[in-house]
């Protein structure tokens, strides 16, 4: 008899998927953000200067969602553009004061989620999973790298 085991990981991390992503959805909203561009935030106020390029590879995402996602989040005031410095033809990202002010309610909002998915698990649980979880999404990055696929 065939073990459902992968069926069932698979279906409980797409069940979680959906719990993280429709609370952030609701939650983001009264900012203007989505489920999907709030992360955006934190990635620009750990990396300012980062390229759209480089978000289309740390994200997952294709160059026309982070472009208009980008441009959502500047129209919003949360971010700005500037030409980078040695190649004038790249633009570097920036939050602006009203971005930078964004990220602690987005912090709190964040916790709400992952209390939701994972309140349930023990200290220790959350410890275990936290690094198997990067360790798998890393592991598809370099596997993307390796064969050069894009998400573009």
Known sequence: MESNSNQDRVQGISILSR???????RNVKPYGLNENNYFFIFFIYDHPGTSQDELTRIMFLDHSTITRAVAKLIKLGYLERRPDEQDKRVSRL????EGEALRKPLIE????AEKLAFGNLTDEERNIIQPLLLKSALSHEQEKEKNGTKYD
């Open 94 to 97: 920036y939050l602006t004061s």
């Open 19 to 25: 719990i993280i992503q429709n609370d952030l959805k």
């Open 109 to 112: 909002l964040t916790k709400h």
